[in-house]
């Protein structure tokens, strides 16, 4: 249960929905707006690993990280006076993590790194973690124990279990709707310290997953246990995953519901963490882009944002461009659940937007672009700053050419689309030469997101219309932000014709 209000601190503050809910799943009654000190109370971490764990830096008022003020001042001095910010839900939301595994077998210490260190601290109470995550965890930590799983050592590179990543479903259509984030179902992915299933280590794995299946899987009165996947890394760098996945138990399909439609998410694609405030930043998202639209979605992981776009807005076509080519799959099985009436067309790209970024938006009404926390690659930022320019360009080049269509030959072109998949009713559209009027920038790195935008701004060719701002991670400084820019109207200068004005006068109609 929680309790959900909108309250507004005057001009001075941006407009805070806060939806508070309870750091146990015990439903509570709902808790009285906070207004002061007693803000810092009713939405306090309230987590014994806070300080030791890297996780949380931010103890008090969960609902309003220090940097909301700032963003909102930032975004008042570039014209938008009227940002507000989603608090969302402020314990239990994190759905999907990615937990190193340390220690010894009687003793695992299963969690994240010490702010600065590579020590890992234990966080089985963490609070932010849905609460079914924190379960997986325990029963990991047994099978660990019972099967003498040995912990990854870095120093030695030697050990059986390197990470975990937990993703939570909450997507059971079989429970009444309030019912189903409790109930969410936990998809567990081992990385292995090995080059395959063949390994010397196999029957370890083989015993550990049976275990979580058996004692979390569908035999259970509670069925925590979605699915196990592994994955197999040896590499000695500090990346978590390696190439190699397995599908070892439960079902494959992993699905979830946000912004309107069903998304499939393999555990080798990008996922947003929290669910439920991604999927309010999505509805937020749908009001700025207009009806038929023809959209760009750059960085679009699995498609999530364009797909539920050519739902909601009924989209003429939507282009989405993706670096990792695992989010394929989940893409192609999402665009299976969409609606057969449907008509658009829908393309997934394994590109790289910052290469020839100007092929990926020619055509678009809207491009949306969802960057990693380091901001916009500086090819497409510095494009999408010229793009009045490439306009002219564009015009005055198809005015003196003749109009058949030339060969592509651009090979980043050629290859990009050999490896794209086309789906929808639509045929893909014609190549026209528009070029954007709208971009929404969706932002989880405050730092980059300011400096990409006043780039941006000072290029004029765009303007800011809009900002909102999301609780994606409480308990840290950290916001999601959600902006739109739309082309700046430039006023064309009279020219001066060298001809004297000559007075006219009125003729009053009598
Ligand atoms: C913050 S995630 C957003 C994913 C997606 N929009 C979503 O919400 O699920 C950023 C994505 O950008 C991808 N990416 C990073 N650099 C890229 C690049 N240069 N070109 C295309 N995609 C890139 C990452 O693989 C990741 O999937």
């Known amino acids: 249960m929680h309790s959900s209000s909108l309250f507004s601190f005057g001009a001075r503050y941006p407009i805070i929905t806060c939806r508070v809910s309870p750091p146990t799943l015990a439903p509570v009654a709902s808790l009285p707006l906070p207004s002061t000190s007693s803000d810092s109370l009713a939405c306090s971490l309230q987590c014994p690993h806070f300080q030791s764990c890297s996780g949380c830096t931010q103890e008090l008022n969960l609902h309003r990280p220090a940097v909301v003020e700032e963003a909102s001042d930032f975004f008042k001095r570039y014209g938008v006076e009227d940002f507000t910010f989603d608090s969302c839900r402020l314990w239990g939301w994190r759905c999907r993590a990615k937990l190193a595994v340390r220690g010894s077998s009687d003793n695992a210490l299963i969690g994240l790194y010490q702010e600065g260190t590579h020590t890992v601290v234990d966080i089985p109470d963490c609070k932010a973690h849905h609460p079914n995550?924190?379960?997986?965890?325990?029963?990991?930590?047994?099978?660990?124990?019972?099967?003498?799983?040995?912990?990854?050592?870095?120093?030695?590179?030697?050990?059986?279990?390197?990470?975990?990543?937990?993703?939570?479903?909450?997507?059971?259509?079989?429970?009444?709707?309030?019912?189903?984030?409790?109930?969410?179902?936990?998809?567990?992915?081992?990385?292995?310290?090995?080059?395959?299933?063949?390994?010397?280590?196999?029957?370890?794995?083989?015993?550990?997953?049976?275990?979580?299946?058996?004692?979390?899987?569908?035999?259970?009165?509670?069925?925590?246990?979605?699915?196990?996947?592994?994955?197999?890394?040896?590499?000695?760098?500090?990346?978590?995953?390696?190439?190699?996945?397995?599908?070892?138990?439960?079902?494959?399909?992993?699905?979830?519901?946000?912004?309107?439609?069903?998304?499939?998410?393999?555990?080798?694609?990008?996922?947003?963490?929290?669910?439920?405030?991604?999927?309010?930043?999505?509805?937020?998202?749908h009001k700025y882009v207009p009806g038929g639209s023809s959209v760009a979605d750059l960085y679009a992981g699995a498609g999530v944002i364009g797909l539920s776009l050519a739902t909601s807005r009924k989209c003429s076509s939507v282009k989405c461009i993706e670096v990792n080519k695992e989010a394929r799959l989940s893409f192609e099985k999402t665009v299976q659940r969409l609606p057969n009436s449907l008509n658009c067309s829908i393309t997934w790209h394994h590109a790289d937007a910052s290469v020839n970024p100007l092929s990926w938006i020619i055509g678009s009404d809207v491009v949306v672009v969802d960057p990693p926390r380091r901001g916009l690659d500086a090819s497409l930022r510095q494009m999408l700053e010229s793009v009045p320019s490439i306009e002219k360009r564009m015009r005055s080049s198809s005015q003196s050419s003749n109009s058949n269509a030339k060969e592509e030959k651009r090979p980043w072109i050629l290859r990009a689309r050999e490896l794209s998949v086309h789906a929808g009713n639509k045929q893909a559209p014609e190549e026209n030469n528009t070029l954007p009027q709208k971009l929404i920038y969706i932002s989880c790195g405050w730092e980059s997101f300011k400096e990409d935008c006043k780039s941006l701004l000072s290029s004029r060719a765009w303007e800011l219309e809009k900002a909102h701002g999301f609780n994606f991670f409480p308990g840290t400084d950290s916001i999601e932000v959600l902006a739109v820019f739309k082309r700046r109207v430039v006023m064309k200068k009279k020219k001066k014709s060298g001809i004297k004005k000559v007075g006219i006068k009125k003729v009053r109609a009598k």
Do not use: C
């Open 133 to 285: 995550i924190n379960a997986a965890i325990e029963l990991l930590r047994e099978g660990i124990k019972v099967f003498d799983v040995l912990p990854f050592d870095e120093d030695q590179g030697t050990g059986d279990l390197r990470y975990v990543q937990m993703a939570v479903t909450t997507h059971s259509t079989s429970l009444r709707a309030p019912d189903r984030y409790k109930n969410g179902k936990v998809q567990v992915s081992l990385v292995w310290n090995s080059r395959n299933e063949k390994s010397y280590n196999a029957d370890k794995l083989q015993a550990l997953s049976s275990f979580l299946w058996r004692k979390g899987g569908p035999n259970n009165e509670f069925h925590l246990i979605h699915s196990v996947w592994a994955n197999f890394q040896t590499s000695t760098n500090n990346i978590i995953f390696g190439n190699r996945w397995r599908h070892l138990l439960g079902e494959r399909d992993f699905w979830e519901h946000v912004g309107g439609i069903d998304i499939s998410l393999d555990p080798s694609s990008f996922g947003q963490a929290n669910t439920r405030a991604f999927d309010s930043l999505l509805w937020k998202l």
